[in-house]
């Protein structure tokens, strides 16, 4: 139950269902979900570890503020760790590793969503689908974690833009999605760290104003 309650409570947050500034308290959550403290409470504990969420004591959790400098660190974060996996999932398909059949189809079954997409929420949804595949299938459990985090919080800076953006600004995005796949597909990896390298800078090199 805790764990279900992590997950429905990180995506809330992620995509601004939640936004920064709100408080959270226990036993509303308790209420809207039908259960007892204890799973709220070890959830919102959980969060409070991914920097999520604040503890305030004798009044609840505070769903933490994005920033500039926030978003700045885990692209950061990112751009170290990413180009990584992708460069393994390259190696694992060279090798022919069980497995990397599965992920290039999913990396190709989210990308077509992406760019099928015709509003800004639904080709986020598939970007952050199509990354969140290459960190879960790199084959290095110490890189997936701080890699997914670090994505779950970039994401979240793109729900949180003051403005919407229009669809057409993504389509540089979906080149350089195709550009990674290729060089996965190919099986080599150094061409997949250093497409995945030139993505991500580029992101970093956006304006993208958070709350």
């Keep these: 139950m805790a764990e279900r309650l992590t997950i429905e409570l990180r995506h809330r947050i992620i995509t601004g269902d939640l936004v920064p500034g709100t408080v959270v308290i226990e036993p509303a959550l308790a209420d809207e979900f039908k259960v007892s403290k204890t799973p709220v409470r070890e959830a919102l504990q959980r969060l409070s570890h991914e920097h999520l969420v604040q503890v305030l004591p004798k009044r609840g959790y505070l769903v933490i503020p994005m920033t500039q400098a926030d978003l700045h660190e885990v692209l950061e974060v990112r751009l170290a760790l990413e180009p990584i996996a992708a460069a393994h999932l390259a190696q694992q398909v060279r090798s022919d590793e069980p497995g990397s059949l599965e992920a290039l189809a999913a990396l190709r079954k989210y990308l077509d969503h ?98």
Aim: proline fraction near 5%; hydrophobic fraction near 45%; avoid cysteine.
């Design 114 to 211: 992406q760019r099928a997409a015709t509003t800004r929420r639904g080709s986020l949804q598939a970007s952050t689908a199509f990354h969140r595949v290459i960190a879960e299938r790199s084959g290095n459990s110490r890189l997936t974690a701080p890699l997914a985090r670090a994505l779950d919080e970039s994401t979240r800076a793109l729900y949180l833009l003051s403005d919407e953006i229009d669809v057409k600004r993504f389509i540089p995005e979906v080149s350089a999605h195709e550009d990674m796949l290729a060089a996965i597909a190919s099986g080599d990896p150094e061409a997949a760290r250093e497409a995945a390298s030139r993505h991500l800078a580029r992101i970093a090199e956006l304006p993208i104003p958070v709350s």
